[in-house]
């Protein structure tokens, strides 16, 4: 009898097992989060300012790029610019789902407004040449966009882990993200506008779970807690 009860014990625990690892593959859902400043060379324009939120779930990146320069109320992106991990391959990240309608992502960046520092990016959003023209992205107006892998699903790594870039000009930071924006306000000069660049970071996770671990469904839950009955169960007719 005891046999049979402890071989009954060792079933139920390896069906709650397996039920909990079967069930628990899926990475959570995770987020991250990011910011421009507009780059520190005098010549630049002053109180440029972008936040960057990407929504990450499983395979799928959802973008969103926020202008967030009020005394520059005319402002409007030219390009958006970002790298990604070392691990993640051009090829196998493909784009979509664009608001405003009619932007795109050329790979690899051909940067506009950097400068004579040459920046060097993976990726660029941009409103293509030629018409139609796209809606512009403005301090009311965000772009946002879906980056999704073919191969694997996302990780934390993928984007806090992206290549800094290195700039010849001692005076800028290395940065994951840049930005060139124009028809900025010019101080004292009415009607005159001028454009900058921004550049800034990841800024690491706000919440989820990293990416990097799973979480059991409901399912799973209540097959652990039919097992751990069962177990009780089994103790209790050893008795």
């Known amino acids: 009898m005891e046999a049979r009860t402890f071989k009954h014990m060792l079933l139920v625990g390896l069906l709650s097992s397996t ?3 079967a069930g628990g593959v899926e990475a959570a859902p995770f987020n991250v989060t990011g910011s421009l400043t507009g780059d520190p060379r005098v010549a630049n324009p002053d109180n440029l300012f972008i936040n960057v939120g990407i ?3 499983g395979a799928v990146a959802t973008w969103t790029v926020d202008i967030v320069s009020p005394l520059h109320p005319n402002a409007k992106l ?8 070392s691990l993640v391959s051009p090829g196998n990240v493909s784009f979509g789902g664009f608001s405003p309608t009619g932007w795109s992502i050329n790979n690899p960046a051909s940067t506009q407004g950097g400068g004579n520092f040459n920046p060097t990016f993976m990726f ?3 409103d293509p040449s030629g018409p139609p023209n796209a809606p512009d992205v403005t301090n009311a107006v965000n772009l946002s966009f879906t980056a999704t ?3 694997r699903d996302w990780t934390l790594s993928d984007f806090i882990g992206a290549a800094m870039l290195q700039s010849s000009e001692t005076q800028l930071p290395a940065s994951q ?3 060139h924006l124009q028809s900025l306000s010019v101080a004292g000069c009415t009607g005159c506008s001028d454009s900058g660049f921004l550049v800034g970071n990841y800024n690491g996770q706000n919440g989820g779970g990293g990416g990097q671990g799973s979480v059991p469904e409901p399912s799973v839950v209540a097959l652990l807690g039919m097992g751990l009955l069962g177990m009780g169960l089994s103790r209790k007719t050893k008795a």
């Open 55 to 57: 929504d990450v779930v």
């Open 149 to 151: 892998l073919s191969n």
């Open 177 to 179: 993200l840049g930005a």
């Open 124 to 126: 660029e959003a941009l």
């Open 19 to 21: 039920a909990i690892f």
């Open 78 to 85: 030219d390009e958006f610019y970002f790298n990604l991990g």
